[in-house]
């Protein structure tokens, strides 16, 4: 489907672009993932699992959180 009748449709009014989309090949760019492997000392690993239980989420997100707050602070400088 070309953009221009994906916006038609959606103009028209159809609910649903499930099936003019092949979701198990999509893709956001610049959000691709890479596996990096990272040592920490032990006291950093029982902090982020502590701070993990108290969030309710898992080590990865606690980390990619804080990494993620920090390179947005100084992107704005």
């Known amino acids: 489907m070309k953009a221009k009748e994906f916006d038609q449709a959606f103009d028209e009014g159809h609910d649903s672009i499930d099936e003019h989309i092949d979701w198990s090949s999509a ?3 610049g959000l691709e993932t890479r596996r990096i492997n990272i040592d ?3 006291w ?3 902090a982020l699992d502590r701070e993990a239980a ?3 989420i898992a ?3 606690v980390v990619k ?3 993620a ?3 947005d602070q ?3 400088g």
Request: glycine letters at 8%.
């Open 59 to 61: 080590r990865q997100a």
């Open 74 to 76: 100084g992107r704005r």
């Open 40 to 42: 920490f000392p032990e």
């Open 69 to 71: 707050e920090r390179l």
């Open 54 to 56: 108290r969030l309710g």
């Open 65 to 67: 959180t804080w990494l």
């Open 44 to 46: 950093m690993i029982t």
């Open 27 to 29: 893709q956001r760019p």
